[in-house]
């Protein structure tokens, strides 16, 4: 008579053990994933702070947030109670950049100046063909300076679409403090540093741009990355898988190491 192959009886730990590492490492790959992504959905000016006196690039990151139309064009409005006296964008493939001046009536005196013009807005416009696609988004870096010395500045920005919608994202905080629907970009300004000039913040914002420009391949590295680790999850519970169903198929042939014996 054959008797119940004694290894059956332990064969469940290592399936349980195979099941609590394919899940562990399966939902690590998802957290991971989920925390590459880019945590934006506004218009929203980047860095979020610069120093006040120095010179600084400031990049708008726009989003496509419609499903079935692009953005062509992205409008921002400069402050013009605290003029920003030098304005400079940099070339974006398949799109053109221009800028506005506006006189200041009355003209602004600071840290000694008169001013009487100032640029009041940047416009950027797509070229023929090309536009932010829905799921998609766009860095556009301005340098800036000298900043004005004041805490912050707000910077109000009107996104266009190809099919005739406009988004103006334009608004304050609520006065709870919340954020509204349409926040506008602002960027907060820092008392300057002992020892600080504006040249050399100058050289220091002219050579972020570097950063700024790497943005999206830096997004899409972390993209990746996550998918990689999901991949590779993923790929770990198939190998469990596949030790399972042999441990089965051995049971259910009764090739086990007792399965010759008789009592």
């Given at each position: 008579?054959?008797?119940?192959?004694?290894?059956?009886?332990?064969?469940?730990?290592?399936?349980?053990?195979?099941?609590?590492?394919?899940?562990?490492?399966?939902?690590?790959?998802?957290?991971?994933?989920?925390?590459?992504?880019?945590?934006?959905?506004?218009?929203?000016?980047?860095?979020?702070?610069?120093?006040?006196?120095?010179?600084?690039?400031?990049?708008?990151?726009?989003?496509?947030?419609?499903?079935?139309?692009?953005?062509?064009?992205?409008?921002?409005?400069?402050?013009?109670?605290?003029?920003?006296?030098?304005?400079?964008?940099?070339?974006?493939?398949?799109?053109?950049?221009?800028?506005?001046?506006?006189?200041?009536?009355?003209?602004?005196?600071?840290?000694?100046?008169?001013?009487?013009?100032?640029?009041?807005?940047?416009?950027?416009?797509?070229?023929?063909?090309?536009?932010?696609?829905?799921?998609?988004?766009?860095?556009?870096p301005?340098?800036?300076?000298?900043?004005?010395?004041?805490?912050?500045?707000?910077?109000?920005?009107?996104?266009?679409?190809?099919?005739?919608?406009?988004?103006?994202?334009?608004?304050?905080?609520?006065?709870?403090?919340?954020?509204?629907?349409?926040?506008?970009?602002?960027?907060?300004?820092?008392?300057?540093?002992?020892?600080?000039d504006?040249?050399?913040?100058?050289?220091?914002?002219?050579?972020?741009?570097?950063?700024?420009?790497?943005?999206?391949?830096?997004?899409?590295?972390?993209?990746?990355?996550?998918?990689?680790?999901?991949?590779?999850?993923?790929?770990?519970?198939?190998?469990?898988g596949?030790?399972?169903?042999?441990?089965?198929?051995?049971?259910?042939?009764?090739?086990?190491?007792?399965?010759?014996?008789?009592?």
């Open positions: 008579m054959s008797r119940t192959p004694l290894f059956r009886s332990g064969a469940a730990r290592p399936r349980r053990a195979a099941l609590r590492i394919g899940t562990v490492v399966t939902a690590a790959g998802i957290v991971a994933l989920v925390g590459a992504a880019p945590a934006f959905a506004h218009v929203t000016a980047q860095p979020g702070t610069a120093q006040q006196g120095g010179y600084a690039v400031v990049t708008f990151r726009v989003p496509n947030e419609e499903d079935t139309a692009g953005t062509i064009g992205l409008t921002v409005t400069l402050p013009t109670d605290h003029p920003i006296s030098s304005v400079r964008t940099t070339p974006i493939a398949g799109w053109t950049a221009t800028t506005t001046t506006v006189p200041l009536n009355p003209p602004v005196t600071d840290d000694g100046r008169t001013i009487t013009k100032t640029t009041g807005s940047i416009t950027w416009t797509a070229t023929a063909g090309n536009k932010i696609a829905p799921g998609q988004y766009l860095d556009f301005v340098s800036l300076g000298p900043m004005p010395h004041v805490p912050e500045i707000t910077l109000p920005a009107k996104q266009t679409y190809d099919d005739g919608t406009v988004v103006n994202w334009n608004q304050p905080p609520n006065a709870d403090g919340s954020e509204p629907d349409h926040p506008a970009p602002s960027v907060t300004l820092t008392p300057a540093a002992a020892g600080g504006a040249h050399s913040g100058m050289a220091m914002a002219m050579g972020s741009t570097d950063t700024a420009a790497t943005g999206a391949t830096d997004t899409t590295a972390r993209w990746l990355g996550g998918a990689g680790l999901l991949v590779g999850a993923l790929g770990l519970g198939v190998g469990g596949a030790v399972l169903r042999t441990r089965r198929s051995g049971a259910a042939s009764g090739s086990g190491p007792d399965s010759g014996k008789e009592s």
